[in-house]
């Protein structure tokens, strides 16, 4: 275990770096491949420290330097550790390159900004902290906080630079496919099959054991897309925040969009009020129910 992350091998040559948690250095998963020719590594990181212990990492375990980095789409816990990668091709697409630069500080005084507004709310936490989880949460997000002011003078927005469509081949000992199933997540998301192995690396349409971030997504898409995942007989998944998984993980997140979707229908149609809107089933001990109550009020206002 790094101190940032802790590795955990999914097979053979595949590793998840799994964040302890949804703020902190890292705040998301990303994933180490060796494909035997290549190291696959998909998304960076929050900080440039998390993705140097990660571009770390990814040499001690290969026996050698990234070649090939995969945002998985733009948001900047799974991209902004590109500082660290600007060596390696950077893949992404049209859209997911789009959507960084509209989402990253344009100058120094907006990053100032920035790092200032989520200080406030760290310190808001540290005041308000009770129990031990909320302690640690609020301990977790002024290190990020700090880190992102330690960084600030060197940052630099790295975008991807290989860009592809809908799928991308490679083929090795390990045989990788790289595709789009169109929007789910965000406007635009990439995921990783491993055929051979039977297992995906699936970004943020999947989270395991949590509410997953809502606000940019596309509900009724992105139970589609889960359900063409699904088609691809999965049995391991690294999920792009919680602990791996497997095929149910899918399936629970597929429903969980379905029920969103239906939720969204009720109260287009003034059926449902989003503030009184049950957590959809089976998710009573996921964390962070604020995410879906802040998720659905988004999208209600959205559509």
Known sequence: MTSTFSLREVAAGVW????????????S???????????IVVDTFMTRIAATELRE???????????????SHWHSDHVRGNQAFAHAPIIGTDRIRELIVEDSPSNRAEYDRRAAALRTIGEKL???ARSPAEIANAAATMEL??????????????LPNTIIGDRLDIEGERNVTILSYGRGHTESDLFLHLPDDAIIVAGDLVWTGMHPKTKDGYPGEWASVLDQIGELSPSRIIAGHGPPGTAADVSAMAMYMREVQTMLIAIQSGDLNPARAPA??????WDGIERFRSGLSTLAARD
Request: no cysteine; glycine share 10%.
């Open 16 to 27: 998840a770096a799994v964040a302890p948690g949804i703020t902190g250095l890292a705040v």
């Open 29 to 39: 998963n990303a994933a180490i491949i060796d494909t035997g020719a290549e190291t």
């Open 57 to 71: 990492e990814a040499l001690r375990l290969t026996g050698r330097e990234t070649t090939l980095v995969v945002n």
């Open 126 to 128: 540290m005041a308000e």
């Open 145 to 158: 906080v700090e880190a992102l002011e330690v960084e600030a003078d060197e940052y630099q927005t790295v």
């Open 280 to 285: 959809p089933g089976g998710t009573a001990d």
